[in-house]
């Protein structure tokens, strides 16, 4: 008999907010806790952003929360 298989991949989603923060100390990387999002995006044509890995996300939401800015990012897959 045929074997049929599905592939599910979870990719990895960011909720980000722009909010004016405080300034304070400056943080060595090694003091930052590890995560598997970056800590630095920018933004890049075609609704994208690419992050301080050089790994591209998708613009899936853009919305006013109560007047913050608030982006969900989806990961998109290596080429």
């Given at each position: 008999p045929e074997k049929h298989y599905i592939h599910e991949t979870s990719s990895l989603k960011a909720r980000?907010?722009?909010?004016?923060v405080p300034l304070g100390d400056a943080a060595r990387p090694s003091h930052l806790l590890t995560s598997q999002l970056p800590l630095m995006w920018q933004l890049y044509p075609e609704e994208r952003y690419m992050d301080n890995n050089s790994r591209l996300w998708q613009i899936q939401h853009h919305l006013m929360v109560r007047g913050v800015q608030e982006l969900l990012l989806k990961l998109l897959p290596d080429d």
């Open positions: 980000v907010q722009q909010v004016q």
